[in-house]
């Protein structure tokens, strides 16, 4: 197969995705979604909401705005980083003569012994 037959089969498909795109942020820009914009007040911050969300202090009126839905975002997100920080410390676990070896190597196990 030459150069000029498979950049012609190449062509098609390139058009095809460039339309599509075309088509899909004409629609997004034509959008509206039957809301106004609204946002939060000046003085509120939304990390304190979080903390009293997590707690549970929102019958206090302390909170000012409902952050529940950032709590399940912050809590998703909280478990997300815990799985990938564990997946990186088990792959950093390295084989010296077809035995696994922790990444920490003997430092907690050797008693404190530096011979």
């Known amino acids: 197969m030459s150069n000029d037959e498979s950049r012609g089969s190449r062509i098609a498909p390139a058009?095809?995705?460039g339309a599509l795109f075309a088509v899909l942020?004409?629609?997004?820009?034509?959008?509206?979604f039957g809301f106004e914009e609204v946002g939060f007040p000046a003085d509120a911050s939304?990390?304190?909401n979080i903390g009293y969300?997590?707690?549970?202090?929102?019958?206090?009126?302390?909170?000012?705005?409902?952050?529940?839905?950032?709590?399940?975002?912050f809590l998703i997100a909280a478990v997300a980083l815990d799985v990938a920080v564990?997946?990186?410390?088990y792959l950093a676990k390295r084989e010296e003569d077809?035995?696994?070896v922790s990444a920490l190597g003997q430092a907690?196990?050797?008693?404190g012994d530096r011979r």
């Open 15 to 17: 058009i095809a995705v």
């Open 25 to 32: 942020a004409a629609t997004v820009n034509a959008a509206t």
């Open 46 to 48: 939304v990390v304190h």
């Open 53 to 73: 969300a997590l707690f549970n202090l929102g019958g206090y009126d302390i909170a000012t705005i409902p952050a529940e839905g950032f709590l399940a975002a």
């Open 86 to 89: 564990d997946g990186a410390v």
């Open 98 to 100: 077809d035995s696994i």
């Open 108 to 111: 907690f196990t050797d008693g």
